[in-house]
């Protein structure tokens, strides 16, 4: 098995009053990591699973006295697609208030329906962790740094959830099937979505955007809806894990960008299936992009698994000065240029060096990037 850098965080947190929430995007591995560390345990566990309809029925018409008839002789309750059962949120805090022996764990594929069914009841009565596709720290722990560099392509183009690093079949089929009926299964189950088309065609032509500014009044035009729902629906994409946006820095230069917003996904390989190009590197002409999305999104993995508290953001001005991505911590600043050719010139724009607190300034290509992402 692959080591999860959020297992650490799993293990620092069992057992202090409080529920464990993980929480990602199908596929991502949440189960398999939960009943990996569990099996290494000496405390006895009580499995529900809410794609099981005899599970389901064990929390129906739940009470303090059933909770705790059904959990006793237990150490550790875990919920598998905890959204999945009616009013979870109050169940786990009946325990929580009333069974302090038992450590609930919950699992849920997606933050709007597991966060949005326990956030009120379960305030100051959890902790959150999330899962992504595997990192290129967890990848380069598990196969070694020479390996993981030699599969750089692969991963530009196929991504790195779990079942497309593990799998003997083909990338591409598995990847296709995981931007398709895995994917927008919850997607679809959601209240707020009512046209299944429409969210297909906005998160298309958000890859087919990947690494340009995007306007929401444009995008509305485009997929033909208004504003208000084009909006709603990306967040809702936000929420299930499926894209992150990086908004535009502004503070101190009039020609500065203000209300700028860029959309990225947390794995290559699920912007790929969605425009249907798989194609490699060397017959592309959105290397750029591939390469932008890998390492904002990689930067992204790293900083939320260390817990860094960092801003981030990407810079631009009306004369078409741009910095990719910027990094502020304690109101100093990290320039940062993504060039996937090392002989390709990149300049961080003096403006922004003349105009803010810079610490570093670094240009990040494919014979550097480990570094960056170590």
Do not use: C
């Not at 009943?35 to 566990?45: D, I, T």
């Not at 999945?84 to 609930?104: E, P, R």
């Not at 962790?129 to 720290?137: H, T």
């Not at 992204?300 to 741009?322: D, G, H, I």
Request: a positive charge.
């Amino acid at each position: 098995m692959i080591e999860r850098k959020i297992a650490k965080q799993f293990e620092e947190r069992l057992f202090k009053g409080k529920a464990i929430l993980i929480y990602g995007a199908r596929q991502t591995g949440k189960t398999t990591l939960v009943n990996e560390l569990l099996n290494h345990r000496s405390e006895k566990v009580l499995r529900l699973n809410g794609d099981d309809p005899a599970d389901k029925l064990q929390l129906r018409d739940f009470s303090s006295d059933k909770l705790r008839a059904l959990t006793a002789g237990y150490d550790i309750l875990f919920i598998d697609e905890a959204q999945k059962f009616d009013d979870i949120g109050n169940i786990i805090k009946l325990i929580i208030d009333g069974i302090k022996n038992v450590q609930v764990i919950a699992t849920g594929s997606s933050s709007f329906e597991l966060l949005g069914k326990t956030s009120e009841s379960l305030t100051g009565r959890k902790f959150e962790l999330q899962i992504f596709p595997l990192s290129f720290s967890e990848l380069t722990a598990h196969h070694g740094l020479l390996k993981e560099l030699k599969e750089l392509e692969q991963r530009l183009i196929f991504g790195s959830y779990p079942e497309v690093i593990t799998t003997s079949e083909s990338r591409r089929d598995v990847v296709g099937s995981l931007a398709g009926s895995y994917l927008y299964k919850d997607i679809l189950m959601v209240d707020r979505i009512r046209n299944s088309a429409l969210v297909e065609d906005i998160t298309k032509a958000l890859a087919l955007q990947l690494g340009s500014e995007v306007s929401p009044t444009e995008l509305s035009r485009l997929v033909g809806a208004d504003r208000g729902t084009v909006e709603r629906y990306i967040r809702i994409l936000e929420e299930a894990f499926i894209i992150f946006r990086l908004r535009g820095f502004s503070r101190n230069v009039r020609t500065e960008i203000r209300k700028g917003r860029k959309y990225y996904f947390w794995d290559n390989g699920i912007r790929n299936a969605l425009i249907g190009n798989f194609n490699p590197l060397a017959a592309r002409s959105d290397i750029g992009a591939l390469w932008e999305n890998y390492i904002i999104s990689e930067r992204m993995k790293s900083l939320k698994a260390r817990r860094e508290n960092v801003f981030t953001y990407f810079w631009r001005t009306t004369q078409q000065q741009e910095i990719d991505l910027i990094e502020e911590r304690q109101g100093k600043f990290t320039a940062i240029e993504l060039k996937y050719n090392p002989k390709q010139r990149a300049v961080i724009s003096k403006t922004f060096i003349d105009s803010y607190d810079v610490s570093e300034t670094l240009v990040v290509n494919r014979e550097n990037y480990h570094e960056f992402l170590s």
